[in-house]
């Protein structure tokens, strides 16, 4: 990258140098701005800076002061991904590299080192790649995809459902991804803490993070020798099966790629969404008011929040023009979906809502647009709903402006959501969320109308009933056929109505005018554990077994 020179804004004098925190205390070589180091702890402040004095693209330093170009415009960072004759992923004809300034132990290496992927191929090469990906994602059924979210974050949400508080980004957040994509890999017996562990070290760049690359890669190279023996339906197996024909390290490197990618960015979505749901009353009051889905929460976050700030990084494959500023071949340039959402040529008032607008940097665009967004946004909507439904009273545990934030350039992550809730039971990981615990209420029982049977004529003598009357459990209409009211098979004995039994012989009684039917009590036929019936139910059966 060659920008022009630019002079210094600081002097020698005290009183005339910028105050602390200032962006101009972030400046290196030739009087560019560093993304590193004192005065970089906003990077959104200093991108609205960098905006204010060089426009959509301005020139910046990495780590070791390497030189870059960092695109802030919505269009212009659109142009960049969908200009792939000007631009490329392909870091070996970075002029800086090229030159020698990179080191191989520089910070951003693994962000940057060129590796035989979709990500970083181009042309043919990258068909081949990418088709056997897409490919393998159509497979995906999304139903179950659904099932498998709601299951895992009813597990999730039982482990801490109980205590009336939890910590939604270490016990929520960054553990539904991995549960879900380890499922639709083909290796839910994979899924622990540990494998959770070793994606926030290799994210974090701790100390154990190398270790934990290795950890991972190891799970992944014995899930495709498996596959590659004994195929199933899941994603591994068709990524096998794509008659791109993929070696194994092929196979390997791309699902390292898409777990890797889907676990961060949907760790941090979901817990951007988790937080504006919780403490923003706009969108909390919506949602209860039924006014705003969960999705269109999760759109509103990807614009103001999205889960990766930039993206490293494009490379111009000839001299070009961006933004008003003159790129030469083997440039370097980040796209920045974080900058480009909120330039104000496209969302002059950030607090308007951007509902119903997909037209966020997010995901990204062109060739190399994500190919697993679909993904993302099932598990932030499906997850989220579903904490929700089982814990509806949720709230922040502190004050907003005491949450903690780490930034990188790549990304903002969200340390902690500490929140608190009146405690409930457990639910069965089966049934669908709701904020009732276990044991879920027993379905009543379906009362049944038997049809009448023939029966035989009254005669008189001792062993003949009244006229009139009937046997316990049914109701008669002048000498004909009972109908039964009883409950269903299966229904416990103390429910069930009581067996109509024959009448004691009884001494022929005195002539007497036919009595008027008269319905028989509601306890009479059924036991008191029967469900209300509706006033007048028996005199209407009656009306309808006479013919009236």
Wanted: proline share 12%; hydrophobic share 40%.
């Amino acid at each position: 990258m060659t920008p022009e020179p630019l002079s210094t804004t600081g002097t020698d004098d005290p009183a005339l140098s910028p105050p602390p925190g200032c962006p101009a205390h972030a400046k290196g070589p030739g009087g560019l701005h560093r993304l590193y180091g004192p005065g970089t702890e906003d990077l959104g402040e200093l991108y609205e800076h960098l905006r204010e004095e060089y426009g959509p693209v301005a020139p910046v330093l990495l780590h070791q002061d390497i030189p870059m170009w960092i695109v802030l415009g919505h269009a212009e960072n659109l142009q960049l991904v969908r200009s792939p004759g000007q631009f490329c992923r392909d870091s070996r004809i970075w002029g800086p590299l090229v030159d020698g300034m990179v080191k191989p132990d520089h910070p951003l290496m693994p962000h940057i080192a060129w590796e035989p992927i979709c990500s970083y191929a181009e042309g043919d090469e990258h068909l081949r790649l990418r088709g056997a990906v897409t490919g393998a994602m159509t497979t995906i059924d999304h139903r179950s995809l659904r099932r498998h979210i709601t299951r895992y974050s009813q597990i999730l949400v039982n482990n801490f459902c109980e205590t009336g508080e939890a910590d939604l980004v270490g016990q929520f957040a960054e553990h539904l991804p991995m549960a879900v994509m380890c499922e639709i890999f083909g290796m839910a017996e994979e899924y622990n803490d540990r494998i959770v562990q070793a994606a926030r070290d290799m994210l974090r760049g701790s100390d154990t993070a190398i270790a934990s690359h290795a950890y991972v890669m190891e799970v992944l190279q014995r899930l495709t020798a498996r596959r590659r023996a004994e195929p199933k339906e899941d994603f591994a197996s068709h990524l096998i099966r794509h008659p791109a024909g993929l070696t194994d390290d092929e196979v390997t490197k791309h699902l390292w790629l898409v777990l890797m990618a889907a676990y961060e960015a949907t760790a941090n979505l979901l817990a951007n969404v988790l937080l504006m749901v919780i403490t923003d009353d706009r969108f909390y009051a919506k949602l209860n008011g039924g006014q705003m889905t969960v999705p269109e929460a999760v759109e509103q976050s990807l614009w103001d929040e999205p889960p990766f700030s930039t993206v490293f990084a494009y490379y111009a494959k000839q001299d070009t023009e961006l933004g008003g500023q003159r790129i030469r071949k083997g440039d370097g340039l980040l796209f920045a979906p974080a900058a480009g959402n909120i330039d104000p040529r496209v969302r002059p008032d950030l607090s308007a809502n951007m509902q119903g607008n997909r037209s966020h940097l997010a995901f990204g665009g062109g060739p190399h647009e994500c190919p697993g967004q679909d993904i993302g946004r099932a598990i932030a909507d499906a997850g989220v709903d579903a904490l929700l439904m089982r814990l509806p009273d949720v709230q922040l545990a502190c004050d907003e402006d005491e949450l903690r934030w780490t930034e990188s350039i790549a990304s903002r992550h969200l340390v902690e959501l500490p929140v608190h809730f009146e405690p409930k039971a457990p639910q069965d990981v089966r049934a669908a969320p709701s904020p009732h615990g276990l044991p879920q209420p027993q379905r009543p029982p379906v009362w049944q109308v038997i049809a009448p049977q023939p029966q035989p004529q009254p005669q008189s003598g001792p062993s003949a009933s009244p006229a009139g009357a009937a046997a316990p459990g049914t109701v008669t209409a002048a000498g004909s056929a009972a109908t039964a009211v009883t409950a269903p098979p299966g229904l416990p004995p103390q429910q069930q109505a009581p067996a109509a039994q024959p009448p004691a012989p009884q001494p022929t009684p005195a002539p007497q005018p036919a009595p008027v039917p008269q319905p028989m009590a509601p306890d009479a036929a059924v036991t008191a554990a029967a469900p209300a019936r509706p006033r007048g139910l028996w005199r209407r059966l009656l009306r309808w077994w006479q013919g009236n």
